[in-house]
């Protein structure tokens, strides 16, 4: 079981819960065309954008394998939301965990995912007690890829093809790091 105490206070961060009153920033992040290009589907609309946050309002722990943890990332500094960062523990009994990150393209590339997924990662090892955490990524988002290696996840596969999405088939990176290579990084 997870139940975090909220906030989480990083350097330049704030990992909270999801509030109804995201629904502004949250939408920018799943509308922008950077964001989106490496998702499935098209485009949220603002109705289908405010579905998905309901239930990511409700993600505020973790009880047994299935759920998802959904946590919002709001700047220190301006108290702004520039993303979401999700864990879904997918497996009890092989101890797996899947990472997620969706931020605002202004925010990328100033540490911010990284930071986030840290703690994330944090959590899903040490409070939850996972063995393994795993992430995927398109392969053409390389940013997302570089992401994981630079968190110590190793590429264990590059599935072919395996989903067709908005009419084109894509190619999918998998990475993962286990519990005793978390500790030794």
């Known amino acids: 079981m997870l139940q975090p105490t909220y906030p989480i206070k990083t350097a330049r961060l704030i990992l909270r819960p999801f509030t109804p009153d995201d629904l502004a920033a949250f939408h920018a992040v799943y ?4 964001v989106t290009r490496f998702l499935d589907g098209e ?3 603002r109705t289908e954008s405010a579905a998905l946050l309901a239930t990511k309002v409700q993600g505020t722990a973790l009880t047994r394998p299935g759920q998802t943890l959904a946590i919002a990332i709001e700047l ?7 993303g979401d960062l999700t864990l879904q523990w997918v497996d009890g009994e092989a101890g797996n ?8 393209p202004r925010h990328q ?4 995912a990284a930071e986030a997924l840290t703690e994330l990662m944090r959590l899903g090892f040490e409070d939850l007690g996972l063995h393994r955490m795993f992430g995927r990524c398109d392969a053409r988002n390389v940013a997302s890829a570089s992401l994981m290696e630079a968190l110590g996840l190793r590429r ?18 998998v990475y993962a790091i ?3 290579e978390w500790r030794r990084r």
């Open 31 to 34: 509308t922008h065309p950077d």
């Open 43 to 45: 485009p949220r609309t």
């Open 76 to 82: 220190v500094e301006t108290g702004e939301l520039i």
């Open 97 to 104: 965990g899947e990472v997620a990150i969706a931020l605002h």
């Open 109 to 112: 590339g100033s540490g911010y």
């Open 156 to 173: 264990e596969a590059h599935l072919r093809e395996n989903e067709r999405i908005r009419g084109e088939w894509r190619d999918e990176l």
């Open 178 to 180: 286990l519990a005793t």
